[in-house]
């Protein structure tokens, strides 16, 4: 029985913060609230829309302070009304029909532009109400039917959303640190040596390392909102934590990028699962000081202490060992001396995490029995309003595509009399996005699991299921759906399938026509999101790319001219270089998220994408290089070379070079002339006097690695195609 209590405590303790597993729980409750009200107590409102309007909401990742949540909601639940009368009162004629539904989705762009995180769900909710009150008869009185059902559904759902309050601990400026520490954690598994093949585990870095950039981007920004307002506790403790969160983060790619030179060593396999326990209990703490943050509980905060205590005894057990096995070992010195220097920062982050829990010396009978929490998981903190945006191009044709298509999607169902046509235009709009390689994956995801779908429901078309069993499987599936939903689109298809054969069910016989009528109005909205993504207004991310990549080199450069800078007048890792090392860091993310986007494009479109890829991962490297040297700057102590100087200098024209050859533009200096002297660099040997903690060593080895990569962009940008003729600068 212990044994049972102990697996049920472990999976409580990594599962009870899931979002999906949250999600999926809020949008059966809501949607079921007022079918059950409904079907028992025969209440006098539309189920349907109230159902749907719930659903909608209660599935809305809300976050922020409790205030701003509570006024989201409600206004959410307002506009989300509103669409609903008005679909109903256009309903009855066709100009007003189009006209409505253009204005909603309109209005849907400006939901998407005001907020990032909540504008997109409120985009899609209201035009889908407006759609399904559009098939009904019009009219003021069907109008307000619609919006009383809408608003009673909304409401519903702000209490669903509320009544969890109390019971999940959610400070805003708490969550948002914690966000970060738990991106740091994914960022720290993906470091093991063990995760996968090279290019693999290289590409899970690079994405760990752009979700650690926005998380700790965004705690930032919230926490220097919170500076003006009234005072808050623990504010300045918070505010370390986070900044601690991104100096184990830096050193935590230093160690990724000295792993991998000390695994081409011979007698690394010996040492190779040392490294595993460590790194595991790297990630397990800054999950549980994530943890800590969010709950605030004692018993936490003392399991914290436990594997902080742990942490430190294995990083020191880790550093011994990589001496002895490699006692004549540059590669090995310097791993040793980041190890070091992580281990010096943990007893500060028990003394931060301590500061920040009220009750941190309280006692009582805590397990501190150490689990893994490798599947807890947080969404970061996202602003709540957005009121000064900046023009966006992308958005405004993807907004005119939408308006243009729901027009036609509702002028066919209406014209032709479909009772379920309006799945034409729903297709359209959940299926289409900004981008078409987006867009390509969103249509196969919805065709096949419309099609599984379909099939499984043309099964229960032969069951006369009782109606106990249908509202029980409706639950089912809706949290099904909603668990899928952000995890596999595909299977959350499925499920809203066989949802909506259900729902049909309650109030009317299901047909073969029925599936018919919806799987081809489905397949056809998928082919029409398709095709006016590649054939209106379309934006090629292949146009997109070469200022982004221009912008990543040329923030490189800068990287590395600074830390040379520092390097031979003797300063440390100070402002300046950290702001220059993330500004590099968040330009590689972007050229990185931009190569994903055009990987998904037509082949066509794609042009020589392993050149350019080559290009951003040469850059990636040299950035995370020239971090390592950076680190190791002290303040006072010139660690001067000339080779260091002439590094840098042809660094900086060969990423000048580079840049201009990206944008298409005249290079000042000659390819093969830059490549010849890069090549015919010569770094100096630390002597046997020198130790791994001299800046000296640092470079002369990290710089060494720089050069060959720089080379090999070099070779890889004359593989490259031309640049488009009028590139968008985004």
Same mark, same amino acid.
């Given at each position: ?25 809020? =949008? ?26 719930? $659903? ?66 409120? =985009? ?45 601990? $959610? ?20 470091l093991a040596p063990e995760r996968g093949g090279l290019g693999a585990r290289h590409e899970a870095i690079v ?166 929490? $490798? ?66 994956? &969103? ?15 043309? =099964? ?21 759906? !909603? ?73 490189? &450069? ?21 702001? =220059? ?11 990185? !998220? ?39 700057? $002290? ?96």
């Open positions: 029985m212990s044994g049972v209590i102990a697996r049920w405590r472990h999976a409580i303790e990594e599962r009870r913060l899931q979002p999906d597993l949250n999600r999926a729980c809020r =949008a059966a409750v809501a949607f079921m609230g007022p079918v059950l009200v409904a079907v028992w107590w025969r209440a006098p409102f539309e189920a349907s829309l109230a159902a749907i309007t719930a $659903q909608s909401l209660a599935m809305v990742d809300i976050r922020g302070s409790y205030p701003v949540r509570l006024g989201l909601l409600l206004a959410m639940s307002g506009v989300m009304a509103a669409s609903s009368w008005l679909g109903g009162i256009a309903s009855a004629s066709l100009p007003e029909a189009l006209a409505a539904v253009a204005l909603i989705v309109a209005l849907g762009g400006v939901w998407r532009r005001l907020s990032p995180e909540y504008g997109p769900s409120l =985009a899609v909710g209201t035009a889908f109400l407006a759609l399904l009150t559009l098939a009904h008869s019009g009219g003021v009185v069907e109008a307000d039917r619609h919006f009383v059902g809408a608003l009673i559904g909304g409401l519903w759902a702000v209490a669903v959303q509320v009544s969890l309050w109390p019971f999940r601990a $959610q400070h805003p400026l708490r969550r948002a640190v914690a966000d970060s520490w738990v991106a740091l954690s994914d960022l720290i598994a993906d994405a760990r390392e752009a979700v650690l950039r926005t998380t700790l981007d965004q705690a930032s920004a919230a926490l220097a909102a919170a500076q003006s307002g009234r005072p808050r506790a623990h504010l300045q403790e918070l505010g370390e934590l986070n900044l601690a969160a991104a100096r184990l983060a830096t050193r935590m790619v230093s160690f990724g990028t000295a792993l991998e030179a000390l695994a081409g060593e011979p007698g690394f396999e010996a040492v190779r699962s040392s490294l595993a326990p460590a790194i595991t209990s790297l990630a397990n703490s800054a999950r549980t000081i994530a943890l800590v943050l969010v709950s605030r509980q004692p018993s936490h905060l003392a399991s914290a202490d436990v594997r902080l205590r742990r942490l430190s005894s294995l990083l020191q057990a880790l550093e011994h060992r990589v001496q002895t096995q490699f006692p004549s070992s540059n590669a090995a010195a310097q791993l040793t001396g980041i190890l070091h220097q992580i281990g010096s920062v943990v007893p500060e982050i028990s003394r931060l995490l301590r500061s920040t829990v009220d009750r941190a010396d309280e006692r009582a009978a805590f397990s501190l029995e150490l689990f893994d929490l $490798q599947t807890w998981t947080l969404r970061p903190l996202a602003s709540a309003l957005n009121f000064h945006w900046q023009p966006d191009p992308a958005l405004n044709r993807f907004i005119a595509r939408a308006v243009v298509l729901q027009m036609f999607g509702v002028a066919v169902f209406k014209y032709f009399d479909l009772s379920r046509g309006y799945w034409l235009p729903l297709t359209v709009l959940v299926v289409m996005q900004p981008d078409y390689g987006t867009t390509r994956l &969103r249509a196969g995801q919805r065709a096949i699991g419309t099609v599984v779908g379909s099939l499984a429901a043309s =099964a229960l078309l032969w069951l006369e299921l009782p109606p106990a069993v249908v509202l029980v499987a409706m639950a089912a599936t809706m949290f099904f759906f !909603a668990f899928w939903l952000k995890r596999n689109y595909a299977i959350a298809v499925g499920f809203i399938t066989l949802f909506v054969v259900m729902i049909t069910e309650t109030s009317e016989k299901v047909t073969l026509g029925f599936t018919v009528e919806r799987t081809l109005s489905t397949l056809a909205g998928v082919v029409l999101s398709l095709g006016a993504t590649m054939l209106f207004w379309p934006v090629w991310e292949r146009q997109l790319y070469p200022p982004k990549l221009a912008r990543a080199l040329l923030a490189n &450069r800068d990287y590395l001219n600074l830390v040379v800078q520092r390097l031979q007048e003797g300063g440390g890792y100070d402002g300046p270089v950290v702001a =220059a090392k993330r500004a590099a860091e968040a330009a590689n993310s972007l050229v990185f !998220a931009s190569l994903q986007r055009i990987y998904a494009e037509p082949r066509g479109q794609r042009g020589a994408i392993e050149s350019a890829a080559a290009l951003a991962n040469g850059n990636q490297r040299i950035t995370r290089g020239v971090t390592v040297v950076a680190i190791h700057l $002290q303040a006072g102590k010139p660690a001067g070379d000339p080779a260091f100087v002439r590094f840098a200098a042809l660094a900086d024209q060969t990423f000048s070079m580079l840049a201009a050859t990206t944008l298409g533009t005249a290079a000042a200096a000659s390819r093969d002339d830059l490549r010849t002297q890069i090549d015919a660099l010569s770094f100096p040997s630390p002597d046997s006097r020198a130790t791994w903690a001299t800046a000296e060593y640092g470079a002369a080895t990290q710089f060494s690695r720089c050069a060959t990569e720089l080379s090999a962009m070099i070779v890889a940008a004359a593989a490259t195609d031309s640049p488009p003729d009028n590139p968008v600068v985004s």
